[in-house]
């Protein structure tokens, strides 16, 4: 329930078949860093075609985005500072996931608690060569607002060196996402509709309340999943999205 947006768009794409099987098909190097495991994805071809690519970290998967697909991604220009207490030392900051490296361009940095993120696309010097000074443009008015909340959890994560529950609001819809994923995990998995509806609501609801509600109402949650995976998770992702406000700058809707 405590997942943020970029966890939950993440939950619907890992799940799209197609995505999953051209990932398998993308050469991607792990090596064990000092600092955070290595990634390094030589063919940037597949990933463009989905803005984005999945790896497995202690056996969980973790994306990584292309910033011009989501806004989630901070942007940022580094250059090395010899000013004590002036400069952002990656070697100290907590919740470090990952470091991935797409084709010849920027790097990009994954930070995670499990349920919140943030992740920077970093071009400059080499990361962990010692504190930098992070550049970060702002160009129109809805980058001011989403980049500045991304500024503030990146601050805060290396101030307080956790996640602050503030700068994360809950999803209001997280609860319905939860059920339309279990039902889907539930269909793929072999389930029928009157085992989902067992699962979800109890045992009447598959058999005494089936056709009190139940049926159309597990209908609803598998189609509305089947849309969200398909592609749909793509709205939770755009800034006019037409749902529920998220807390930063942009909406989505099921």
Known sequence: MDLDLFGWTGQWLIRNRQFQLDMQRVPCR??????????????????RRWGACCFEINGSPLLCWLPERNPLVLKVEAQPTH?????????????????VRIGMGEHY???SDGVRHLQLAI???DLFAGPLTLHCTLCGLAEFEIKSVLLRRLSSLYRDRRFLRRLYPVERRAQRWTAM??????????????????VLFGQKAATKDWDAG???????LVRGARKMVEGGYLKLLAKDGGGEGNGTGWSGDD
């Open 30 to 47: 792990v090596s064990t860093g000092e600092y955070a495991p290595i990634i390094e994805c030589a063919d940037i071809g597949l990933v």
């Open 214 to 220: 139940y049926r159309t109402r597990v209908q609803r």
């Open 109 to 111: 940095i994954l930070f």
């Open 83 to 99: 000013t004590r207490g002036k400069g952002f030392d990656f070697r100290e900051c907590p919740l470090l996931k990952a470091v």
């Open 123 to 125: 071009s400059g010097v």
């Open 181 to 198: 994923l279990r039902s889907w995990d539930g269909m793929e998995a072999g389930a029928t509709q009157r085992d989902i509806a067992a």
